[in-house]
């Protein structure tokens, strides 16, 4: 039984034999700094040495923070935008999958008059599309009746009106709300930014490793019989 189960590993590596290709720039933000990434405030472009982004550096791993409050430390008025143009080349029988942590923090998280995010896919022309290739979003704070604040990731397998296109970007937009007070803010936290173009597809020399697999699959069950 154990002589069997010693053969399984390297014959399901056969199966599937992924290549992935890294497609964003600084994307987990390790060179501690913005590079590859470009900064709007109001659609106004990089306002320059502003409260609106930095880079968190916690015992030297990084993450983006963009933040909007009522004109104390960040200049925006309306929204800040970090961006990036996306490489969406693709081979055949390949899938482009996008990946982000995020995290939303702050005093100003009303989902009716906070402070708010969008995520999402940009033509160039300012149109937001979701993962679908529908207008929308990837990802926006919540509209639930409770606090939009909270944390968590997004792998999202895009659509494939997207493969080997240009002029997209990826857009992390953190937005000002309707609440006025000292004190109210909000950080949306960034990292881990990835695209990758995977193959999943199951190679020749795959096929006899599948037989070979269902034939040891029934001389184990005739052992344990």
């Known amino acids: ?25 600084n994307g987990d933000f390790q060179s501690c700094d913005l590079g590859g990434w470009n900064l709007d405030t109001d659609g106004l472009g990089d306002q320059g040495a502003t409260g609106d982004f930095a880079v968190e550096n916690n015992a030297g791993h990084c993450r983006a923070l963009l933040t909007v409050d009522d004109g104390q430390n960040a200049s925006a008025f ?17 899938s482009l999958w996008l990946s982000f942590d995020w995290e939303f923090f702050g005093t100003d998280g009303d989902p009716l008059s906070g402070d708010f995010f969008n995520i999402s896919l940009n033509d160039g022309l300012g149109n937001l599309y979701g993962a679908d290739g529908q207008l929308g979003a990837l990802l926006q704070s919540s509209l639930e009746g409770q606090s939009s604040y909270g944390s968590g990731s997004l792998n999202i397998l895009l659509d494939s009106s997207f493969y080997n296109q240009s002029g997209w970007f990826l857009d992390f937009t953190l937005q000002e709300g309707f609440a006025i007070g000292d004190g109210l803010f909000s950080t949306l936290a960034i990292d881990n930014v990835s695209l990758r173009a995977v193959s999943v597809q199951v190679s020749e020399p795959a096929l006899p490793a599948l037989m070979l697999l269902g034939i040891l699959a029934l001389c184990m069950r005739r052992r344990i019989n």
Do not use: H, W
């Open 1 to 25: 039984m154990k002589r069997y189960s010693k053969l399984l590993l390297p014959l399901c590596l056969l199966l599937t034999l992924p290549v992935q290709a890294a497609l964003i720039t």
């Open 78 to 94: 309306f929204a800040n935008t970090l961006y990036q143009e996306l490489d969406l080349s693709v081979a055949a029988g390949q």
